[in-house]
């Protein structure tokens, strides 16, 4: 995590949005959307706090999270999914999905543990596991006709008695790809033969196009009792600043990832928990926002491919990755760098989610992530200044 000259390294997403505040470039970097969420969302936790009245949820709530919210996450996996969990002993709240992914990486992984995940991964992933001391083993995503798709004989020859947890994600950032039951089925048997937990961060698990199914892998069976599942309210209801994540699984899984929980952050938000507990029990906001998104995916694709980018259209989350080695750049990372000047857009190079140097960070050395949760009008401009890279 140290730079060689020790300073500490920053995210990705941190160094891309600085470019584009400085350059004035459209940032189609970090995903986080333009558009706030629902205004009753927050007026909800603007009533929390109560500036008004003596007492707000403005101390420090129950640290597993509160009640109406353990309880409208438990509500949600049932209604959605099939799910029962004991809400008070099955489900933790916590500052993010960030948080329970850490946490969950230091209760479970430490020196002589394989963590196994997909690449490329998101960022946090790697930091997460090293902060743990344990061994990044990654499986790759390979491109093809039908997107990005697992490489089951590589996760298969990945997963050893070594394994300590697979760190799973779907709908995947960056490649939006939907894992399929197939390819999850693979997943769990790994997982059961080496007698791994399975881990699987679900933040994009509303936000699917043409008909993609998402499936928690905690529904297969048999896999409920090694899973803890992950997800935010970041993605679902476009509020991403307010961190409130939550993992769910059962009671000894979760019991280990709340006691790293008390000394990472202790508690999260109180008064975004019932904002966040009352916008759980309505689907209609995430089920608009991902037609609105596949709307604005079909934007964005079309204007990459126009523009001579090889395109994989993805069938979840905020992103598209796009090969720019058909308009002759073959590192992303360069290309980033100079995208401001060039057509005054920020994207994130894919080698970003890559270990240093693996086969997979060569494979797609010349892709670069591009968001879409931008408002349409940002879409149609990004689009016609990435045109001038033809
Ligand atoms: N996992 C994935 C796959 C993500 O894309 C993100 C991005 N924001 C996170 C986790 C972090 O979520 P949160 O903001 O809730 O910590
Ligand atoms: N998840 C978002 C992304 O992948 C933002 C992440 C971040 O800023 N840490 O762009």
Redesign the pocket.
């Known amino acids: 995590l140290l730079a060689p000259d020790g300073a500490v390294a920053s995210t990705v997403f941190a160094e891309m949005s600085a470019l584009a505040t400085r350059t004035g470039a459209l940032n189609l970097g970090q ?1 986080f959307p333009d558009v706030d969420g629902p205004s009753w969302v927050r007026r909800a936790a603007a009533d929390a706090i109560a500036p008004d009245a003596e007492h707000g949820a403005n101390q420090y709530p129950p640290g597993p999270g509160i009640p109406e919210l353990r309880g409208a996450v438990t509500a949600h996996q049932r209604r959605h999914y099939g799910l029962d969990l004991d809400a008070d002993t099955e489900v933790l709240v916590t ?5 329970a ?1 850490a946490a969950a990486l230091l209760a479970l992984a430490g020196p002589g543990d394989d963590v196994v995940t997909l690449e490329p991964c ?1 960022d ?1 992933y790697a930091a997460g596991i090293a902060l743990a001391g344990a061994r990044h083993v990654t499986v790759p995503l390979v491109p093809g006709p039908d997107g990005f798709r697992l490489d089951t004989d590589a996760l298969r020859a990945a997963v050893t008695p070594r394994t300590r947890v697979i760190l799973l ?1 779907t709908p ?2 960056p490649t939006g790809t939907v894992l399929t039951r197939t390819e999850l089925e693979a997943v769990a048997a790994a997982a059961r033969a080496a007698d791994a937990v399975v881990v699987t ?1 679900e ?2 698990e509303h936000l699917t196009f043409d008909g993609a199914a998402h499936v928690p892998l905690a529904t297969l069976p048999g896999m409920a009792e090694r899973t803890l599942t992950v997800s ?1 309210s ?2 679902t209801f476009s509020l ?1 600043g307010w ?1 409130i ?1 939550w993992v769910t699984g059962p009671e000894p899984l979760v019991t280990a990832v709340r006691t790293v929980k008390q000394f990472l952050t202790y508690v999260s938000g109180a008064p975004f928990q019932p904002a966040i507990a009352r916008a759980l029990a309505d689907d209609a906001y995430p089920r608009e926002l991902a037609a609105s998104l596949a709307s604005r995916r079909d934007l964005l694709c079309d204007g990459l491919e126009a523009a001579g980018f090889g395109v994989v259209r993805p069938q979840g ?1 905020y992103f598209v990755l796009a090969d720019a080695g058909p308009l002759g750049f073959d590192d992303g990372t360069d290309l980033c760098r100079r995208l401001p000047g060039l057509a005054g857009v920020v994207g994130v190079p894919v080698a970003a989610f890559c270990t240093a140097g693996s086969p997979t960070a060569r494979a797609l050395r010349s892709w670069v992530r591009f968001t879409f949760v931008k408002r349409e009008d940002v879409l149609r401009d990004a689009v016609a200044r990435l045109a001038a890279l033809a």
Do not use: L, P, Q
């Not at 500052?95 to 948080?99: H, K, V, Y």
């Open positions: 995903g500052t993010g999905a960030t948080e992914i998101y946090s994600n995947h950032n961060d933040v994009y935010s970041g993605k991403t961190k994540g989350t």
